[in-house]
């Protein structure tokens, strides 16, 4: 199994840049795929952007195409989410989640609060 935490979390003018990250502790970061996904007060959780377990393939949310990079550091159980050029509505709650390869199963972490406002 695996633990993450996220971190990177903060307050951000609209235009900024952010970047979180995940970090975890346990199995090796190579048996499993990463993603991020965030939630905003009254709306569902949402996928932002994942990557595959060996780095090669990732995928993004339309919302944040060209803005927004997940990126991984196996050797260092790391995942990173770049954001660039943010804006008022990618305010949320930004979680890390694991998923084993094998079994399927989810690891979450308990997010980190990205907040975009002038």
């Known amino acids: 199994q695996v633990q993450v935490v996220e971190s990177g979390g903060g307050l951000v003018q609209p235009g900024g840049s952010l970047r979180l990250s995940c970090s975890a502790s346990g199995n090796s970061l190579s048996f499993y795929n990463m993603g991020w996904y965030r939630q905003a007060p009254g709306e569902q959780r949402e996928l932002v952007a994942r990557i595959s377990s060996g780095g090669g393939k990732s995928d993004y949310a339309d919302s944040v195409k060209g803005r927004f990079t997940i990126s991984r550091d196996n050797a260092k159980k790391t995942v990173y989410l770049q954001m660039n050029s943010l804006k008022p509505e990618d305010t949320a709650t930004y979680y890390c989640?694991?998923?084993?390869?094998?079994?399927?199963?989810?690891?979450w972490g308990e997010g980190t609060l990205v907040t975009v406002s002038s």
């Open positions: 989640n694991a998923r084993n390869i094998f079994n399927r199963m989810d690891y």
